[in-house]
């Protein structure tokens, strides 16, 4: 609530009967030349001026803007609403559980826990596509979802009786971000505040990395860690420095065989090499005009594959007639027109904002692309994808390594480590690279397998899952529909996919499936296999299922590098499939393309991907759809009553979610005996009093992790393995195996959670020589022992023992993932020691009270000669007790009796990582929910 009014920018808006209040940025100096992202956290500052977190000062900081300086200001953002998915949001309602009983127990009123800020929840998460392929597919696998969550389900719907403002979307509606641009966003965002009626830009932050689609729709809001969310919820703005802004100019317009996921696969790969963490992206000039809605979503979608913080698009008549066919009403269509020209957010092309940093790419250059083996930015021209798998299988299939070395005798360095990157070859090492790569030995180990009355034989490259998943591209009319024009010409040409192949379609909302069924293509798209297997992010979180037990034992037993190909927006290691190691982004029709040729070793140029009922050869330029058509299609299948009546009944939910059994009572009824849903330990024993931070001494190294450790690897959200700790737990429970269902699924319950912390199959701890997941050597034994992660854990707090966490570059990439924080905080890591953090993690570290460290500029834990046996000491944290932040601490790490011979003591100076005064706060409350429990008691 803003008390204070120091710029006279409260004034009054009429749209036809209706009076609103409004802040108008023009009161302040300088507004004029800001980029619309930040004219919308100016009106954000204005509107919550309270002269103590939000001030006068900062207001003007932010009209007086330098674009070129280091960003240094620090302001409080407070977001219009949170918007949650279940894997997050479940832990999310526990915390808030559990601090109402934390609030009574301090003599509080637990009711005082409560959104203030309006949340809404969709369960997209949960959903995997155990069944496929068959007409029974959707309705199997909705069932199985309710048998494996009730728990979890009924547990939410207490949450939406129990707390004010929250709202649950049921399963099988659709993928959040979807919900998200087609229903919940208003764009211009009205609420009562004290008897007022209040007009202001609609903002969010969501407990999920892609709440950035919503940047398509002209609404700033990008995604937080889970905790930080739970602050939002209660009030607390989100802290941070007044960011760069990156101006990215459009020009020109997609050419013909070119779809919107080529495109932002192209910008994914130019932002990534530019630089862009923790800066926004913003989208101007003529061409942004000719961007449809769905790909500027698209693009909007993919801003943590940039790094970007959010890739706002600004408001246009575009985005009206969106809101049009989505079927806002024409009362909030004429309100967030009036209001955006009032506030200056409209967009004017030929007002070149100043930008921090200026980019541009000229649309009609995109060529068709894909991303993989490992990561989203590491795109490949679609042309040249069959060479570049067949150089990057050979870190995939590791076995053949020394065969091939014999091929080539002499032409390369026996020593040559496989692993490096293109950018680290010099013109030779890539010739014998490509000489590599040709040898039959690393290019192919085939294996007959027979599944049914089905023989055939995979091999190396075997596209084992083709999936059109994932609210990147299921939002987008045009990739959908070009799927379903391909699919349509494939099955008219008697084409099949590949009896290998796992083919799974999960639309990201239901608009999808009656624009499909109006255009006549839903039975094409299962001539192919293609049958809904849910409303949900299924393959691209994980979900995927499993592969056939045959193909999964073939796979396993001969250590093939099979692949998936899938419309997501991430491919890392170990997320798509247990049995996939290599994994590949790609457009919807292109999905359905690879199902065909059930290869990566597959040139569609040059091969064919079957014959026709005449024995002609057809490829795929023969079946790709033709531009004009598809948009025929889009214009002539698509209308805003599918949209209404879909979203007509959005929190209500079908039979089987209004015939769960809900909990009633402010508090929650814990049941001890839940697998699914426990009360976390965080406010055991907490006074009002804070403790004060000490410093860090006698600590070992739990793990030593290289670059691009993402929070995948951190915190799995896919399946639960019988032979660890957290399948060990579940086992003891009582849970049989079928019944495991997956990490995410489970966190609402820590103990799964902390055995599950750096528990990714892919894991390479360098404390071990050449093994992969969650292990570590357990010190705590006088040989250092090989031991899982968790159970070290267990044996170094029995020890009174602190543990940190080295790694390199881009530690906590990806998902904002909280349990990848929380896991390590209550492993006992007290501090991570990085060369580099994504945003997210490192607020999260902070969040649960661990502290993020880098290592001095140009330096890593291998330059140091760090090898992870020393012990550990961490001095001068003790400064935050005294209200300032150390910029760097001392770090000595002393040999001990695990180290080798002849090892000498390191110290360096580490940088603290804690970058503003509210993340100060929060570190020294022991972290952030602790931090908001006080303040609210």
Not at 268 to 284: A, I, N, P, S
Not at 611 to 637: C, F, H, M
Request: proline share 6%.
């Amino acid at each position: 609530m803003s008390a204070v009014n120091s710029f006279s920018a409260k004034d009054t808006l009429t749209v036809g009967e209706t009076e609103y209040e409004v802040f108008r940025i023009d009161a302040v100096d300088g507004y004029e030349k800001l980029p619309f992202s930040l004219k919308v956290l100016l009106e954000n500052l204005l509107r919550t001026e309270d002269g103590k977190n939000v001030t006068a000062e900062q207001i003007r900081a932010l009209g007086s803007w330098q674009p070129t300086a280091e960003p240094d200001t620090e302001i409080q953002f407070s977001p219009a609403r949170v918007v949650m998915q279940d894997f997050t949001g479940v832990p999310c309602i526990v915390d808030l559980a559990t601090m109402r009983e934390a609030v009574a127990e301090l003599g509080g009123d637990p009711k005082k826990i409560n959104p203030l800020a309006p949340a809404e929840l969709v369960i997209d998460h949960s959903v995997i596509a155990d069944l496929f392929g068959t007409p029974d597919a959707l309705e199997r696998n909705v069932e199985i979802e309710y048998e494996r969550n009730g728990e979890r389900y009924q547990f939410l719907r207490w949450g939406q009786t129990a707390f004010d403002d929250f709202k649950v979307v049921p399963p099988g509606t659709g993928i959040v971000h979807q919900v998200n641009i087609e229903h919940l966003a208003k764009v211009t965002y009205t609420r009562t505040v004290d008897g007022v009626l209040r007009a202001y830009p609609d903002t969010c932050v969501g407990t999920d990395s892609h709440t950035t689609m919503v940047n398509g729709l002209g609404v700033l809001g990008w995604g937080v860690g889970g905790i930080e969310a739970e602050a939002a919820m209660l009030g607390q703005p989100v802290s941070m420095l007044i960011p760069k802004v990156v101006g990215f100019k459009l020009s020109g317009s997609i050419p013909a065989g070119v779809t919107a996921t080529d495109v932002v696969l192209t910008i994914t790969d130019m932002l990534r090499q530019h630089g862009v963490v923790g800066k926004f992206v913003e989208f101007y000039g003529e061409g942004v005009a000719q961007v449809p809605l769905a790909n500027r979503a698209t693009i909007g979608n993919m801003s943590p594959e940039f790094g970007s913080t959010a890739a706002m698009f600004p408001i246009d008549e575009v985005t009206l007639d969106y809101l049009r066919l989505t079927g806002r009403s024409a009362e909030q269509v004429a309100l967030v027109e009036a209001y955006s020209k009032l506030q200056h957010l409209w967009h004017d092309p030929s007002v070149e904002p100043e930008f921090s940093e200026y980019m541009e790419l000229d649309l009609s250059t995109v060529v068709p692309s894909i991303a993989g083996p490992r990561r989203p930015q590491d795109r490949i021209e679609l042309t040249a994808a069959k060479e570049t798998f067949e150089r990057d299988l050979v870190d995939y299939a590791g076995a053949t390594q020394s065969a091939v070395d014999a091929a080539i005798e002499g032409t390369f360095p026996a020593s040559d480590p496989v692993g490096f990157t293109p950018e680290d070859e010099d013109a030779e090492q890539q010739r014998v690279r490509r000489e590599r790569s040709k040898s039959p030995t690393a290019a192919s180990k085939p294996v007959d397998v027979t599944v049914g009355d089905s023989e055939f034989t995979i091999d190396h490259g075997a596209v084992t899952i083709a999936a059109i998943t994932s609210c990147t591209n299921t939002s987008n009319p045009s990739v959908m529909l070009a799927a379903g024009l391909l699919a349509r010409n494939a099955a008219q040409k008697g084409l099949k996919a590949k009896p290998w192949v796992k083919t799974t379609l999960a639309p990201g909302s239901k608009v999808v499936t009656d624009y499909y069924e109006k255009a006549g293509l839903t039975d094409d798209l299962e001539a192919l296999g293609f049958y809904t297997v849910g409303y949900g992010c299924t393959t691209c979180i994980g979900n995927s299922g499993p592969l056939a037990d045959e193909i999964s034992e073939a796979i396993n037993a001969n250590d093939l590098a099979v692949t998936a190909v899938l419309s997501g927006n991430r491919n890392f290691e170990g997320r798509i499939n247990p049995d996939v190691k290599m994994n590949y982004l790609a457009s919807p029709p292109l999905v359905i393309a690879y199902a065909l040729a059930g290869s990566m070793n597959f040139d569609f140029e040059n091969d064919p991907l079957g014959t026709d009922s005449e024995g002609n050869e057809v490829y795929l330029r023969d079946i790709w759809p033709d531009a004009d058509e598809v948009q025929k299609t889009i214009d002539a299948s698509i209308d805003t009553d599918m949209f209404s009546t879909q979203y007509a009944s959005v929190f209500d939910g079908d039979e089987r979610w209004r015939s769960l059994p809900t909990p009633a009572g402010a508090t929650f009824e814990w049941d001890t005996e839940s697998t699914y849903v426990r009360k976390p330990p965080y406010f055991e024993g907490m006074t009002m009093e804070t403790t004060p931070v000490v410093d860090i001494a006698g600590a070992r190294v739990l793990a030593k992790l290289g670059d691009s450790v993402t929070t995948d690897h951190i915190s799995p959200a896919g399946s639960i393995k019988a032979d660890t700790p957290a399948g060990r737990y579940l086992t003891e429970h009582g849970v049989e195996r079928k019944d495991f269902n997956s990490y995410g699924s489970r966190r609402g319950n820590h103990e799964v959670m902390i055995r599950g912390t750096f528990a990714n199959i892919r894991l390479k701890n360098q404390l071990l020589d050449g093994v992969e997941g969650g292990y570590t050597r357990d010190f705590t034994t006088d040989d250092g022992a090989q031991s899982f992660i968790y159970d070290a854990s267990q044996n170094y707090a029995a020890a009174g023992t602190p543990l940190v966490v080295l790694a390199g570059k881009e530690y906590g990439s990806g998902s904002s993932r909280d349990w990848a924080a929380k896991g390590t905080s209550l492993l006992g890591v007290r501090a991570v020691i990085a060369e580099s953090f994504e945003r997210i993690h490192r607020s999260n570290l902070i969040g649960m009270g661990v502290v993020p460290l880098q290592f001095p500029a140009g330096e890593s834990a291998e330059s140091l000669g760090l090898d992870g046996t020393e012990e550990i000491a961490i001095s001068g944290i003790t400064e935050l007790n005294e209200g300032r932040t150390p910029r760097t601490v001392r770090v000595v790490a002393t040999p001990t009796a695990h180290s080798p011979a002849g090892k000498q003591p390191v110290e360096f100076d580490a940088v603290v990582r804690i970058d503003t005064p509210g993340e100060a706060d929060y570190y020294r409350n022991g972290g952030i929910l602790q931090y908001v429990l006080r303040s609210l008691v």
